[in-house]
């Protein structure tokens, strides 16, 4: 068994069943290009600040870029007795370079330097997510623009309440995933904060100069506290937070696709290369992509919540639950992203019943809440209106017909004031124009929002994608 970088202290070697326990290099791998940019920063910084010769910090720097290709290259096998990542790496470039390696930790422990991968590893996510976010939005948008004149009942309680027009709905749905761009993109100066340089806890004896390594690595700024640096996990139960309510607003529309592509609705039906059968129902054709998207919402809130009790008992600093933090992490990352990206597809070849949609919109008295507006620009008070529209409804439940199908001799029983004009008032096109005026504006406010962040997510990839870059890893 191989002795560990800090073994000193020790007289006895580590029980096999701890190392397995408390190893997290099964899972933290997934930090390994920035642990590697991060060291690189860290080893330019030691040489700016005299801690290490040209000669020393050229050594390690292209030993960690070998280390760095060969570990893209599917060419390092990673070992539990190394524990986490950085010792990984760590050991791979003594084996590598010799001697000079053990200098690179000087002025850092694992604390900040884990800190500084989490930061890394979730600012590259949160652009992932904002672009695909803002994908989901641009299909949502191009399905209204596409529905314009689709007009489709509006529900509340789950019953039929007024006609809109589908491209309003898709247009509720942009309107959700914006907030939701705009909750990651108000996180970002959170975010990219770095921690380096706080060390174990209390900073360092040695002058280092942190706002270099921020600058070399685009951060925005650096903690102010040492203890804060190490233990804050803010940013991470923020990026949870507003990935919960992404998949929130994922699962509602997820249910109501389910149920418009039911039989009992038949407003929509997905297309084959999204949907999946029955291994004994033949004639099945099952919505799982979207089900599945409504069940991993679960396990996204379960992710909050485990970080949110992970976090709500532990002193200052670091302490080794922290360590604890990162699975919860890279699922909701990769739960939010797979979702994402199969919903973009799976929307835009979503196939339309316009003609059952249409028939559901003459049913239900639509309408109903019109003529009551109807009658009040006659001067009638609103709610003697509702009292006298409730009750010819409930007369046209009993006949069995629609509103607009009484005679003006039938509603006149009712309100004698009724004249032929009102048939205009019932009539469906009319009511889900009049009701939707703004929707052009509407759609048109939305692309703009959807431009400004799509340009935002660009401007932040780029100055990030630079930095991988400069160090040979993009």
């Known amino acids: 068994m191989t002795n560990k970088l800090w073994s000193g202290r020790f007289t006895k070697p580590t029980h096999p069943g701890v190392e397995q326990y408390t190893a997290s290099i099964t899972f933290d791998h997934a930090l390994a290009m920035e642990d590697i940019l991060g060291s690189l920063a860290h080893a330019g910084m030691l040489h700016h600040s005299g801690m290490l010769s040209a000669q020393e910090q050229n050594e390690i720097s292209q030993g960690l870029t070998r280390i760095a290709h060969k570990i893209q290259a599917g060419e390092v096998a990673f070992s539990t007795q190394d524990e986490d ?12 370079i010799g001697p000079a390696a053990g200098k690179l930790h000087t ?33 949502l948008l191009q399905l209204a623009r596409e529905h314009r004149q689709i007009i489709v009942p509006g529900y509340t309680h789950l019953q039929r309440a007024q006609p809109i027009y589908l491209a309003k709905h898709w247009l509720a749905y942009v309107a959700m ?10 996180s970002w100066p959170r975010v990219n904060q770095s921690p380096l340089g706080a ?35 803010d940013f991470v139960i923020e990026f949870i937070a507003a990935a919960s309510l992404i998949m929130m607003h994922l699962s509602r529309l997820s249910e109501e696709l389910v149920m418009w592509s039911s039989q009992e609705f038949n407003f929509v039906h997905f297309d084959d290369a999204f949907s999946t059968g029955s291994s004994i129902m033949p004639q099945k054709k099952n919505p799982d992509v979207v089900e599945l998207g409504r069940g991993k919402t679960a396990r996204v809130y379960g992710a909050l919540m485990a970080m949110l009790t992970l976090l709500k008992g532990l002193p200052l600093a670091y302490n080794k639950d ?52 109807y009658l009040v620009k006659k001067g009638v008070p609103f709610r003697k209106a509702h009292e006298v529209v409730g009750k010819m409804v409930a007369h046209c439940v009993q006949k069995q017909c629609r509103l607009e199908e009484l005679t003006l001799a039938e509603m006149q029983a009712f309100f004698p004031e ?5 048939y205009a008032a019932l009539d469906l096109d009319g009511i889900a124009t009049a009701c939707n005026q703004e929707l052009d504006k509407e759609l048109l406010m939305l692309e703009r929002e959807v431009k400004a962040n799509q340009g935002w997510m660009a401007e932040k990839q780029a100055v990030v994608s630079k930095v991988y870059v400069k160090y040979g890893l993009g």
């Open 199 to 233: 060390a174990a806890l209390t900073g360092t004896t040695f002058s280092v100069d942190k706002h270099y390594v921020a600058k070399e690595l685009a951060f925005d700024g650096i903690y102010l506290n040492s203890l804060d640096a190490v233990s804050d996990r």
């Open 107 to 139: 002025a850092r422990s694992r604390n900040d330097q884990v800190a500084l991968d989490v930061h890394l590893y979730l600012r590259k996510q949160l652009l992932v997510t904002v672009d695909l976010l803002t994908q989901l939005q641009t299909t």
């Open 177 to 186: 995933l914006g907030r939701d761009c705009a909750r990651l993109i108000s």
């Open 418 to 422: 009724f004249t032929k004009e009102v």
């Open 322 to 373: 922290l360590q604890e933090d990162k699975e919860p992490l890279f699922d909701v990352v990769n739960t939010v992203q797979q979702t994402l990206s199969i919903y973009i597809p799976a929307l835009s070849t979503l196939h339309i019943n316009v003609d059952v949609m249409r028939q559901a919109v003459q049913e239900g008295y639509l309408n109903a809440t019109a003529l009551a507006e």
């Open 85 to 96: 990542i950085h010792m990984n790496i760590e050991r791979l470039l003594s084996e590598d």
